[in-house]
């Protein structure tokens, strides 16, 4: 199994471009949730899904949109970057909740310009 | 008081010794707790559960002290290949589907 698979690892953005992170797992999960990881701050949870068709905004859902259409995929859209998205953003996955154990996605390291 | 707040470190622990840390949170509420191991630069791994009662896993043991609120993670006889930062993670407001809340995490080095 892959598991929780991001695309891309890595990417470039200027400022005011859009551009969508891949988030695809094949484990059936449930849940699935996308956080970013900025220095000094840890992790934040900027949106979160239950189950296809259900999406939720977590800590820091500004600038950012999600949809559910498959169980299998949550993709996270950047409508107009700011430099302060620069960040590491990760996707995790759980088969029920968040109160079960999360299985992360290796990362996409973004920088806005 | 933060929502969930770890001592950043580093702690330097030569190998072989023990070496333990807390995590503090602040919702009372809070129901489902876990530590989460991360090497550098790469993505947050699920190392164990806390229980209530407490748990161990191998060389590694979680306590929860409800009352003070803080979970804490205990590492015995401790590894070079511990080194890593460990994250706290907490359920969020209100014990609802919010999601986890993660502290910044503790830097461990363990020193040969």
């Known amino acids: 199994n892959a598991g929780v698979t991001q695309t891309p690892k890595f990417q470039v953005l200027k400022t005011g471009q859009s551009m969508t992170l891949q988030c695809a797992q094949d484990m059936n999960h449930e849940y699935m949730s996308w956080y970013r990881q900025d220095p000094g701050m840890g992790l934040r949870l900027i949106h979160y899904s239950v189950g296809a068709g259900i999406t939720d905004q977590g800590e820091v859902p500004n600038g950012y949109n999600v949809s559910r259409s498959t169980t299998e995929d949550f993709p996270l859209r950047l409508l107009s970057a700011a430099p302060s998205q620069t960040s590491v953003y990760f996707c995790?996955?759980?088969?029920?909740?968040?109160?079960?154990?999360?299985?992360f996605g290796s990362g996409t390291q973004l920088s806005v310009l | 008081r933060k929502e969930v707040e770890q001592d950043p470190g580093p702690f330097n622990v030569p190998e072989g010794a023990t070496v333990a840390f807390n995590c503090t949170y602040s919702n009372s509420a809070s129901q489902s707790f876990f530590w989460y191991r991360q090497d550098c630069r790469k993505e947050p791994k699920l190392l164990m559960s806390v229980y209530s009662s407490g748990n161990e896993d191998g060389r590694f043991t979680a306590q929860l002290n409800r009352a003070s609120q803080y979970i804490s993670l205990l590492i015995r006889d401790s590894k070079l290949s511990d080194s890593a930062t460990y994250l706290c993670a907490v359920n969020g407001k209100g014990g609802g589907a919010d999601g986890l809340t993660f502290g910044k995490g503790t830097h461990l080095i363990i020193q040969p």
């Open positions: 995790a996955s759980s088969y029920r909740g968040y109160n079960e154990k999360l299985f």
